[in-house]
């Protein structure tokens, strides 16, 4: 098992910047990847980022490119997400997820195993 604790999540104004963090726990030598999805009330979850965990690749979706930033710190076992000039669509509570898969699409929420309780963002305008 595998178990994942986000934080960094909060209040902030529209342009500003918060970071995300994601901690591993447990079996963490089984996951190969590591991805973040967000969720508002009624909407299905959407992905917003992805790591490897071995290569470091990474992965954006379109409407994030450019303003936020997947990392890894593989010593801590910990996938930050930063993320810089917000704005008020990007609201949600925001999930971290890791994967065993051996072939997998990293935007799919199928392709993971493990999901963190959440942590909510909000900008406002």
């Known amino acids: 098992q595998v178990q994942l604790a986000e934080s960094g999540g909060g209040l902030v104004q529209a342009g500003g910047a918060l970071r995300l963090s994601c901690a591993a726990s447990g079996r963490t030598f089984s996951n190969r990847y590591i991805g973040w999805f967000r969720q508002t009330p009624g909407k299905e979850r959407k992905f917003v980022a992805a790591i490897t965990w071995s290569s470091g690749r990474t992965y954006y979706a379109d409407l994030v490119k450019g303003r936020f930033t997947i990392s890894r710190d593989n010593a801590k076992n910990t996938v930050y997400l930063q993320m810089s000039k917000l704005n008020p669509e990007d609201t949600a509570a925001y999930y971290c997820?890791?994967?065993?898969?051996?072939?997998?699409?990293?935007?799919?929420?199928?392709?993971?195993?493990?999901w963190g309780q959440g942590t909510q963002v909000t900008v406002s305008s």
């Open positions: 997820a890791a994967g065993t898969r051996s072939v997998y699409v990293v935007s799919e929420e199928g392709a993971y195993n493990y």
